[in-house]
């Protein structure tokens, strides 16, 4: 789908401009208009950013591919731009996903391209033709509207990661199990992809913050300069949830060894406590009695007695002396 939204010179704005009259309104300086293709198919797209915007086929081909990591081209008379909107699914998988905008912006002109619905994108436009400020200030401020909104869009999903890992912290210190270790790793995982995009995406503000662009004004780069100072931010807390990951894998890691730990050394107290007894009872071969044999005169009984008092009070003192030996 494509839709356009234009401002004319008197400042009203038109969102169902028609796409023939595109030419017309790119050579008056004096409008502004905004395309958005939305899961458009490449062909069109191509052929209306080639023909219609004189776009280098290199940034056409950047733009339709979807797969590149936040960055911005100078391309001398408009810039292209690369974002990437974030998305969380908690629970067991612990999955962070990005919608990639791809954003021209001119001197009279902002062109987005994506392949799914983006909600920061979506607000921008439906605030555009009721505040006229939006568009009346340039193609440059619009710009700063989209990046803005598509990073405020980032601080929820931060919020949302550390609340889930705060209750994987919970989970292990007070209940571990084979559950816990899938949404470690899989948040660990996802705060590696999130600073994938934070990292190239905080450069790439600092670009259009400090840099000498043709497609934005002095007046306009404070306002940039704002939105990076928000990922320096957002990438020092994202750093600091890399770090509780990694702690929070640690201590799983310790609980089951503490856990098995506690598991062998049952084991082992009865193995111990049982082994004089087995060695007796191999000794002996118990065959004080036999079906074929009288019973044992009173030598033979004592000797039963003495054997019987010992499989009792041998386990009791291996006890005592591991307790001694606060092995227990």
């Known amino acids: 789908m494509m839709r356009i939204m234009h401002r004319r010179a008197d400042g009203t704005i038109d969102t169902s401009f028609d796409a023939g009259s595109l030419t017309g309104a790119l050579a008056d300086p004096s409008c502004l208009t905004w395309v958005d293709f939305s899961d458009e198919p490449p062909e069109a797209c191509a052929r209306i950013m080639a023909d219609v915007f004189h776009f280098h086929p290199l940034a056409i081909d950047d733009a339709l ?31 962070l996903s990005t919608i990639e905008l791809d954003i021209f912006a001119g001197r009279n002109y902002v062109v987005t391209h994506r392949e799914q619905d ?20 340039g193609a440059a401020r619009l710009l700063y509207h989209l990046v803005d909104e598509v990073v405020a869009g980032h ?20 209940a571990p199990g084979p559950a816990s270790l ?53 990438y020092d807390i994202v750093e600091g949830l890399r770090d509780l990951a990694a702690g929070a894998l640690d201590t799983y890691l310790s609980v089951i060894n503490n856990k098995m730990n506690e598991i062998m050394k049952t084991f082992t107290l009865i193995t111990v406590l049982f082994m004089p007894i087995t060695f007796l009872t191999g000794f002996f071969g118990m065959n004080f ?8 005169g009173w030598t033979g009984r004592a000797v039963f007695a003495v054997f019987c008092a ?6 009791a003192l291996m006890f005592l002396w591991l307790k001694r030996r606060k092995w227990v």
């Open 65 to 95: 591919a979807e797969s590149h990591v936040p960055k911005v081209d100078d391309w001398g008379e408009y810039l292209y731009l690369v974002l990437h909107a974030l998305e969380f699914d908690g629970g067991e998988r612990q999955t």
């Open 118 to 137: 983006l909600d920061a994108l979506e607000r921008v436009w439906a605030l555009c033709p009721k505040d006229g400020r939006l568009l009346g200030r």
């Open 155 to 174: 601080m929820p999903v931060v919020d949302r990661m550390d609340e889930e890992m705060d209750r994987i912290e919970e989970q292990i210190l007070n």
């Open 182 to 234: 899938p949404q470690v790793l899989g948040i660990k995982r996802s705060l590696l992809h999130l600073r994938r995009i934070v990292a190239p995406q905080r450069e790439a503000l600092n670009r259009l913050a400090r840099d000498e662009l043709s497609a934005i004004p002095s007046t306009e780069r404070v306002y940039f300069r704002d939105v990076y100072d928000h990922l320096v931010r957002l």
């Open 289 to 296: 009695f036999t079906a074929s044999a009288p019973p044992l």
């Open 310 to 315: 010992a499989m009792v009070l041998v386990p």
